[in-house]
C-alpha cells in the first residue's frame, strides 16, 4: 500500500508539471498533434507513463479527442482548448486538466470551473458525500450564471483503472455515497455557456479505445493484435498514434474488427448539446486520516 501511495504522488507530480507547462504555453498556431505529443513526451521524459492518449478538446467538444497520427487541426485565435492529461506509475494514475482560452469574452468559463474545482476539493474528506460536492460545484458555477455539464463527473480511479466506478457528479444528486478513507478520486466540474444545454452527447468521431475483454475472436491473427494491445496498455485507453511501429491503415483495420467483436470500445468525443463552449478543470485526490491530498497540486 505505501508504495501505491508514493506511485501516485510521483504520477501526481509528473502530472502536475506537465499541466502546467501546458498552461502557460501559447498554443495558437499548434497542432493538436504537436500539443499532445509534447504532452506525452514530458510525462515519459519525467519517467511516467501515460495513463491514457493526452485528450486535446476543442470548443464544443468536452472531452475524448485526441490527435490522430497525421492531425493537421491547429488551434486557432478565439479557441478554447481542454487538455487532459493522465501519468500512471506501476498503474497508479492521476488525472488532470487545464483550460486555455483564447477568446477574452469565453475566459469566464474557465475561471468558473477552476473556482468550482477548488470548493469542491475544499469540501471534499472522509464521510462527505459525493452528492454534496455536486451540489458546490453547481451552486459555484451557477453563481456565475454559467451551466455546469450534468452528465459529466468526476470518478474514482483504481489500479491500472481510471473510472473505477464512483462518480463524483457536476450537480446535485438523489443517489449518493461517502467518500471513504484511501479511495482516489479526480473531480473535474465542466461548465458552459448560460445558453448551452448542460448535456453532452457522443458525436460522430472517436479514437480513443481500450481493451474490454480478452475472449478469443475466432481469428488468429486478431487475437494476435489483441494480446500485443494488451502486454502494451493493459485496461488503459489508447490511441492509433501509439502504435506508430504498426502500417496505420493495418490497426484501423484490426481495431474495427476487434470492436465489432467487442473485445475493444471506443470513448466517442463528447459534444455540447448546444454546441456551446465547454471548460473544463480537473485535479486527482486522495483521501488519507491526515486529510485530503491533491496529489496532482504543483
Ligand atoms: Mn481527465
Ligand atoms: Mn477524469
Redesign the pocket.
Known sequence: MLTSIEDYIKAGRIAAEVREHMRKRYHVGRTLLEICEEAEGMIRAKGGEPAFPC?VSLNEVA?HYTAEPNESIEVRDGDMLKI???VHINGSIA???VTVCYNPSYSILVEAAEHALNEAIRVARIGVKASDIGKVIEHTIKSYRLKPIQNLSGHSIARYTIHAGRSIPNIWTIDSFSLQQGEVY?I?PFVTTEDGSGVVYNGDVSNIYSIVSRKRTGSKEADAFLDMLWDRFKTLPFALRWLSDVDTNYAREMISFLMKKKVIRAYPVLVEGNNRYVAQA?HTIMLTMDGTTIITRV
Do not use: F, P, V
Open positions: 485528450n472531452a487532459d492529461i493522465g488525472d488532470t486538466a479526480a473535474e480537473e
